[in-house]
């Protein structure tokens, strides 16, 4: 997620290699201001960063050790602002959110996915379409939440979003949702109507909370809005969208500080499951290169089933592992979104992200091969790879329109990528793998 930025940190700590070397401490602060500054983090919350982070080395003793600890505090304070993190539930479902954004921000896009998150965390929501502004709006919203499968509440002869909202926020207390998203007017610059049409939604629905969308892409004008807003109708939480657009990355390092708001969440991905929780101390952790394991645990937790991922280890440390049963975790992965946010999770494997960030687990070549090959196989075959002799081969490369060599290939990867897995789960691997699982499922609320 912050691929440069965690790059240049560990370059930075690198420059203090000795005790007491106030030389080196200042070259380190140099270079940290340079880089954050650089990857477009405000120069306000910058300056407070390096300031802080030079005065705490010095308390402590000049070393590696304790620029570290300091810049590790440091980060934490600019990225928590007083307020909730995450997606937090009213007492008295259902927990009313009111969506606001400028247009273009990618806001009810991130209706949709911020729907699909709490979908999989196994919620019942409603959307309402009060966009009216934006003729497309509704059309698009209709459509988001007839791919993640939520449900919608529109009104197309009905021109006043104050009532649209309202009958919503009723079919969610009659009909048990646990949650309603209201996805509200945007426009193209913060002007007047604009605020007071949100003022007056916002007064008749009382949402519990009042998420503002962000746009990545405008940089520090994103924190100006997002100030606007707090100022004008009052903001609970900022979700950050189009973050992997955003080539520096500072804007979410800052915004925070500077707006005096949660970020709640960001969105890393133009699909519905790219959206990410921001907790500060797990990001943190991933912009020091120690990844986000608590994170990798939730969000896998969220889309597996505990029971299942048991069985999945036992057939793995059997060496039944199918193709069946590789197409199911296909199917997981891909709800767990970018691939490459998934590995930057992962201690030791961060600086593998960058590679990973074209891979489409839809789209790619090497995917697309594998379902048609699968495709072109007998129920028997998928449950038993082994029953695969010459013949068989010869039908599987006709019918998936790949040649022989092709074929053989990709079943040698599938053997030899289950033997490698089979090695890992006699070694606690998967053992340790679903216990982690099974505590994830434990704190994730229902």
């Known amino acids: 997620m912050f691929d440069f930025i965690t790059d240049s940190i560990k370059g930075t700590i690198n ?82 959110i009111l969506m606001t954004g400028l247009q273009g921000s990618g806001k009810t896009t991130t209706t949709g996915k911020l729907a699909n998150y709490l979908k999989l965390r196994k919620k019942k929501v409603l959307v309402a379409a009060c966009d009216l502004q934006r003729l497309a709006a509704v059309e698009q919203l209709k459509q988001i939440a007839a791919q993640i499968d939520v449900d919608i509440y529109f009104d197309d002869n009905e021109k006043d979003p104050i009532k649209i909202a309202l009958a919503a926020k009723e079919k969610a207390k009659k009909e048990l949702y646990d949650v309603l998203l209201i996805d509200t007017a945007g426009r193209l610059a913060i002007d007047e109507d604009l605020m007071n049409e949100l003022y007056n939604v916002k007064e008749a629905v009382k949402p519990n909370e009042i998420f503002y969308v962000a746009d990545a892409l405008t940089g520090h004008d994103a924190t100006r809005t997002a100030t606007t807003f707090k100022e004008k109708i009052g903001i609970d939480g900022v979700i950050l969208s189009k973050f992997d657009g955003d080539t520096k990355g500072g804007v979410a390092l800052s915004i925070a500080n500077q707006v005096e708001v949660p970020l709640r969440f960001i969105g890393i991905g133009e699909k519905m499951p790219d959206l990410e929780v921001f907790i500060p101390d797990r990001i943190v952790s991933r912009l020091l290169g120690a990844g ?155």
């Open 292 to 446: 986000d394991i608590e994170g990798l645990a939730e969000k896998t937790a969220a889309v597996m089933d505990e029971k299942k991922a048991k069985v999945v280890a036992k057939k793995i440390q059997k060496g039944e592992f199918n193709f069946n049963d590789f197409l199911e975790q296909l199917e997981m992965m891909k709800k767990l979104g970018s691939l490459k946010s998934v590995i930057s999770m992962i201690p030791g494997l961060s600086q593998m992200a960058g590679a990973l960030k074209e891979m489409d687990l839809d789209n790619s070549k090497e995917v697309v091969q594998i379902k048609a090959l699968i495709s072109s196989m007998t129920p028997k075959e998928r449950e038993n790879p082994d029953l695969l002799n010459p013949s068989r081969k010869k039908r599987i490369s006709t019918g998936a329109g790949l040649n022989e060599m092709q074929v053989n290939k990709i079943l040698k990867q599938f053997k030899n990528a289950s033997k490698m897995a089979k090695k890992l789960s006699s070694k606690g691997g998967m053992k340790g793998f679903t216990n982690m699982l099974s505590q994830a499922q434990k704190g994730i609320p229902r």
């Open 15 to 96: 420059k203090i290699r000795f005790q007491d070397d106030e030389k080196a401490l200042k070259n380190a602060i140099a270079e940290l201001r340079k880089s954050l500054l650089k990857f477009d983090v405000h120069h306000k919350t910058t300056k407070q960063l390096v300031t802080n982070v030079e005065i705490e080395t010095k308390k402590a003793g000049i070393g590696q050790n304790s620029f570290l600890k300091a810049l590790k505090d440091e980060l934490t304070s600019i990225l928590t602002a007083k307020g909730n993190q995450g997606f937090v539930f009213s007492s008295t479902p259902p927990t009313v």
